[in-house]
C-alpha cells in the first residue's frame, strides 16, 4: 500500500462513516499534496522534516504516510476498516453481493462533493459493473442543479470518462414539480440512460396532492425510478423529518403497471421506503432499485445497508433492477420512451 492509496482510502472510509467533512478534507488534502512525490522523495522528506511542513499534511497525515512507508497497514487505516459494518445477514451478503451497479449518485456539477472521475473510480474500487450519475435538475437551486445547458455539457464530459472494469452511465434526478411533470427538458431526458424522479419540496402537502404528482411522474415514460419515495429523515445533522403521504395502493399499483421502480435509498438518515410500505410495493409487483444515494465516494458503500434491508423485507433478487447486467437494465430504462 503507499501512501497515497492510504489517505484515499482513509478518505473514503471516514465518508462512508459520515464523519465530519473537515476531518475527510483533510485526508484528501495531504493525498493530493503527495500525490506528485514518489516514495524514494517522501522518505527523503520524511527524514529531514520537510514533509512535517509541506502544506496539508497534519500530524496524523503524517503518521499514516511514514508507517505505509514502513510497508506497514497504518493504524488508523486499520482501525477504520475493523469497525466497518457489513450486512449482517447472510441473506443481505448474498443479496450484496449480487448488486452489479448503482443508480443514483451525485458529483460536484450538483451538490456532491467530489468530481465524477472520483466516484467512478470509487465504484471501480467496489466491484461495481455500472454507476449512473444522476445530478439534480434545474429547478433545484440549492443543490446547485443542472440547467439544460450545464447537462448537455455534463453528458459530453460522462461520454468522455473511460474507467475499465465500470460503466459510467448519463442520468439525472429529475424533480418531480407540483404539477406532477419532471423538471428538464424532455429532448434531453431522451439522451440519458437513467432517470430517477423525486420529490424534494411541499413534502408536508396533503395526501392527495402528494399523491398526484406521484401518479404523474410514474407516468411520464422517462420515469425509471421513485426516488426515496416519502422524503422521510430517520436521523442524522440535517435532524428528522416526517414521511410524506399517499395513497400507496394507487401509487404501487401504478409503478407495477408501469414498470417504474421503487428506490431502496441506502441512506442511513434516509431508510426509505419505510418497512410497511416496502412491504406493500412488493406485494404489489413492483420493481426495486437498491441506490446509494451517494454523494462522495465513501457513501458508494453504503449498498449494502439496502440490500440488508431489501433482504429482510424477503425481495427477491430478479425484480431489483441493479442485480441485472447492464444490457438487460438499457433495455428496461429504454423501453417506455420508444
Known amino acids: 500500500m503507499t501512501p497515497h492509496e492510504a489517505l484515499a482510502e482513509i478518505a473514503f472510509r471516514l465518508e462512508r462513516d459520515r464523519a465530519e467533512p473537515f476531518r475527510i478534507q483533510a485526508f484528501r488534502h ?8 514518489s516514495e524514494d522523495d517522501l522518505r527523503a522528506r520524511l527524514r529531514d522534516g520537510r514533509l512535517a511542513r509541506t502544506k496539508g499534511i497534519g500530524g496524523r497525515s503524517l503518521e499514516v504516510i511514514a508507517q505505509a512507508l514502513d510497508g506497514t497497514v497504518p493504524e488508523y487505516l486499520q482501525h477504520l476498516r475493523d469497525e466497518a459494518v ?21 458529483s460536484e456539477w450538483s451538490d456532491g462533493t467530489t468530481p465524477i472521475g472520483d466516484m467512478v473510480e470509487a465504484a471501480r474500487l467496489l466491484g461495481r459493473e455500472y454507476l449512473a450519475l444522476t445530478d439534480h435538475s434545474r429547478g433545484l437551486k440549492v443543490a446547485n442543479g443542472l440547467s439544460e445547458e450545464r447537462l448537455a455539457e455534463q453528458l459530453a464530459v460522462v461520454a468522455g470518462i473511460d474507467e475499465p472494469g465500470v460503466r459510467l452511465l448519463p442520468g439525472i434526478e ?48 422517462h420515469t425509471n ?17 416526517p414521511q410524506s403521504t399517499f395513497d400507496s395502493a394507487r401509487v404501487f399499483a401504478a409503478a407495477a403497471g408501469a414498470g417504474v421502480a421503487i428506490e431502496i435509498n441506502s441512506r442511513p438518515e434516509r431508510q426509505d421506503p419505510p418497512d410497511d410500505l416496502l412491504a406493500e410495493a ?51 430504462t429504454h423501453a417506455r420512451r420508444s
Open 225 to 241: 425510478v421513485v426516488g426515496h419515495i416519502t422524503g422521510r429523515l430517520v436521523e442524522g445533522r440535517r435532524g428528522t423529518r
Open 86 to 106: 457489513a450486512p449482517a445477514s447472510p441473506e443481505g451478503r448474498a443479496l450484496l453481493a449480487a448488486l452489479r451497479g448503482d443508480l443514483h449518485a451525485h
Open 30 to 37: 495531504a493525498a493530493a499534496a503527495i500525490a506528485p512525490a
Open 174 to 221: 429529475v424533480d418531480v414539480l407540483e404539477d406532477g411533470t419532471l423538471d428538464q427538458d424532455p429532448a434531453l431526458l431522451d439522451r440519458l440512460d437513467v432517470v430517477v424522479a423525486s420529490l424534494h419540496s411541499h413534502l408536508r402537502a396533503d395526501s392527495s396532492e402528494i399523491t398526484a404528482r406521484l401518479l404523474g411522474a410514474i407516468a411520464d415514460p
Open 282 to 332: 412488493l406485494a404489489a409487483g413492483c420493481l426495486f432499485s437498491i441506490d446509494t444515494d451517494a454523494h462522495a465516494p465513501g457513501h458508494l458503500d453504503f449498498l449494502g445497508l439496502g440490500a440488508e434491508r431489501a433482504a429482510a423485507a424477503g425481495v427477491p433478487p430478479e425484480r431489483i433492477v441493479t442485480t441485472w447486467p447492464v444490457e438487460d437494465l438499457l433495455t428496461w
